[in-house]
T-cell receptor, first 116, second 116 residues
């Protein structure tokens, strides 16, 4: 078990460009979450997958954002036509529901995005 | 919607002493989960401790314990025998326990400084 990994760790882009981030969850974790964290704030929920199905999207996720989880393994988060307000840390977390136990999310190191 | 409030933006403690971080939340649910996560500088979010709302007994993990007051909707974290490695941003988080989306709602965090 190597934990949740995210790539790239840092991304600098110019306004208007598209960017894509990848998250590899802990193996066998069937739930995967994306969060966004801006400076001085706690993470905010963006979207959630159970296996390959995207089951909920936050209103924070504008139509410029799209997320996928093909085959229920890794996930990608794409931002099209980036804006300076998209600058943030994008966190991925995964979990495995266990009967009778608290479902706990394990976080990756995040991808820090800076839009110039 | 559920909300989580951490009223202490910053706290400091002397090494080996005890510190308590405050957290209050608002929910209309009767069963839910509460968490404390630690985020060291430039490092990933780590679970510190978790609590199920229907369990009256306060959770403990080594030097970390919580004071869960369900009626008051309060969930404070006590760190005993503070160590330099405890210095980090601490986030209180809430999730529902029903349905299938266990998305976390975070507070804004408390920055803990440990003085040698």
């Amino acid at each position: 078990d190597t934990g949740v990994s995210q790539n790239p760790r840092h991304k600098i882009t110019k306004r208007g460009q598209n960017v894509t981030f990848r998250c590899d969850p802990i193996s066998e974790h069937n739930r995967l979450y994306w969060y966004r964290q801006t400076l001085g704030q706690g993470p905010e929920f963006l979207t959630y997958f159970q296996n390959e199905a995207q089951l909920e999207k936050s209103r924070l996720l504008s139509d410029r954002f799209s997320a996928e989880r093909p085959k229920g393994s890794f996930s990608t988060l794409e931002i099209q036509r980036t804006e300076q307000g998209d600058s943030a840390m994008y966190l991925c977390a995964s979990s495995l529901p266990t009967s009778g136990d608290v479902e706990t999310q394990y976080f990756g190191p995040g991808t820090r995005l800076l839009v110039l | 919607a559920q909300t989580v409030t951490q009223s202490q933006p910053e706290m400091s403690v002397q090494e080996a002493e005890t510190v308590t971080l405050s957290c209050t939340y608002d929910t209309s649910e009767s069963d839910y989960y509460l968490f404390w996560y630690k985020q060291p500088p430039s490092r990933q979010m780590i679970l510190v401790i978790r609590q199920e709302a229907y369990k009256q007994q306060n959770a403990t993990e080594n030097r970390f314990s919580v004071n869960f007051q369900k009626a008051a909707k309060s969930f404070s974290l006590k760190i005993s025998d503070s160590q330099l490695g405890d210095a980090a941003m601490y986030f209180c988080a809430y999730s529902d326990s029903g349905g299938s989306n266990y998305k976390l709602t975070f507070g804004k965090g408390t920055l803990l400084t440990v003085n040698p």
